[in-house]
């Protein structure tokens, strides 16, 4: 079945996705998802590694690999190489996570391959970088988040360093490397040239301490653990009611003023503990004790309405079924449909943006490894005996 587009915004592209685990197909998702022609190339079943989430039936898989197409190539043959050439000959994008060295190794590298297409936008995502001191490193998701800093503000205080409860380090790199690919074909428009460029977990994790980083960078202020509670901002954080936990954030003078009429306490809008925000910082342990005490008076569901209602932002805390099952998360339209020909109908959850005239949407389910080599490689021209020929071989 030829290219289905997920959406027309990107539809007139062709990815040539060389990603394995997440980083990189994440970013390939992000371009599938609005309407690119993404071909996946893996290695035959027959030697390939552990390259897929959880197995290419498993939900993560499933998930990551949506609205691509799957083709294998046996890149350690060399008319897996020209092949892989020729296919990339006719694209607009090549994205690749190998080692630093593998590109070249294998003669796909950025120069090589814009000498024949010199409009290719050609992207790499690594562990640390192209080049430096630790370009050869093996990357993981969690070395990253420790390495970047997340991980050291990241928990309760005075307890271990917490990871993230989810591999933001591979999502993060994945994302901006589709910004970086959307930014060059935008800039191929003008100069009708390509480009490489790159981004690594690192660098990912680096950019997303945001705040933090000028916190130390300007104030000079070493960042620690706050816990479920925001660092500058107080009172903002995790509350107790009396059937459990739920997130109220403060904001601004007029704000707390509004939180302190609500939860009965006006006072507090002149005590001299909690009248101002470096106060309410120094005292922050007694004023989140109090808040708690008042909490405890009712269930989650009074509070949550009453600080809504009163302009003061509030929200329970929900686990997975709770929150798909949001009624404004159902409202937003994010779960969608597709039927797998392999499993049967899926729900995944789609995009997080709304293009009004160019909507995304999940138009095919996860391929298997190799579904659409022969539909691809006839696209090239190539015939019956040359498939034969080549399936024989081991090219594919």
């Given at each position: 079945m030829p290219h289905l587009p997920a959406s027309a915004a990107l539809q007139r592209f062709r990815v040539i996705d060389l990603t394995q685990v997440r980083a990189g197909p994440t970013a390939c998702r992000q371009l599938a998802d609005w309407g690119a022609d993404v071909v996946q190339v893996?290695?035959?079943?027959?030697?390939?590694?552990?390259?897929?989430?959880g197995g290419q039936d498993g939900s993560d898989y499933q998930y990551t690999h949506r609205n691509k197409r799957s083709i294998t190539l046996n890149l350690k043959e060399?008319?897996?190489?020209?092949?892989?050439?020729?296919?990339?000959?006719?694209?607009?994008?090549?994205?690749?996570?190998?080692?630093?060295?593998?590109?070249?190794?294998?003669?796909?590298?950025?120069?090589?391959?814009?000498a024949t297409n010199p409009g290719l936008v050609y992207a790499s995502i690594s562990g640390f970088g192209q080049t430096g001191p630790l370009a050869t490193r093996p990357g993981f998701d969690q070395i990253a988040q420790g390495m970047g800093g997340l991980m050291s503000v990241t928990g309760q205080p005075g307890e271990a360093p917490m990871r993230v409860g989810i591999p933001i380090a591979d999502l993060c790199a994945g994302i901006f490397a589709a910004q970086g690919i959307l930014v060059a074909l935008l800039e191929r428009e003008a100069s009708g040239k390509g480009q490489y460029l790159h981004t690594s977990l690192l660098e990912s994790m680096v950019y997303m301490l945001d705040f933090q980083t000028s916190r130390y960078l300007i104030d000079g202020e070493v960042a620690t653990q706050a816990g479920n509670f925001h660092p500058t901002s107080i009172p903002t954080g995790v509350y107790?009611?009396?059937?459990?936990?739920?997130?109220?954030?403060?904001?601004?003078?007029?704000?707390?003023?509004?939180?302190?009429?609500?939860?009965?306490?006006?006072?507090?809008?002149?005590?001299?503990?909690?009248?101002?925000?470096?106060?309410?910082?120094?005292?922050r342990d007694t004023l989140n004790a109090e808040i708690n005490r008042r909490l405890?008076?009712?269930?989650?569901?009074?509070?949550?309405?009453?600080?809504?209602?009163?302009?003061?932002?509030?929200?329970?805390?929900?686990?997975?079924?709770?929150?798909?099952?949001?009624?404004?998360?159902?409202?937003?339209?994010?779960?969608?449909?597709?039927?797998?020909?392999?499993?049967?109908?899926?729900?995944?959850?789609?995009?997080?943006?709304q293009l009004e005239r160019t909507p995304s949407t999940i138009a095919r389910a996860a391929p298997r490894r190799g579904e659409h080599t022969e539909e691809i490689l006839g696209e090239l021209g190539l015939g019956a005996e040359d498939l034969a020929r080549m399936k024989a071989a081991g090219v594919y």
């Open positions: 893996q290695m035959p079943e027959s030697m390939r590694g552990d390259d897929t989430l060399d008319e897996g190489i020209a092949t892989l050439k020729r296919l990339i000959a006719g694209a607009d994008v090549v994205v690749e996570n190998f080692r630093p060295d593998v590109k070249f190794r294998l003669s796909i590298d950025y120069a090589s391959l814009a107790k009611a009396r059937d459990g936990y739920m997130n109220i954030a403060v904001f601004g003078s007029k704000i707390w003023e509004r939180f302190c009429q609500i939860l009965g306490a006006p006072e507090w809008i002149t005590d001299e503990r909690y009248h101002d925000k470096p106060s309410r910082s120094v005292n405890a008076t009712h269930d989650r569901a009074h509070w949550v309405q009453q600080f809504n209602d009163g302009g003061v932002a509030c929200g329970l805390i929900s686990n997975m079924k709770e929150a798909l099952e949001e009624p404004q998360v159902q409202h937003l339209g994010m779960i969608k449909d597709v039927v797998s020909k392999w499993q049967g109908p899926q729900r995944l959850v789609g995009q997080p943006m």
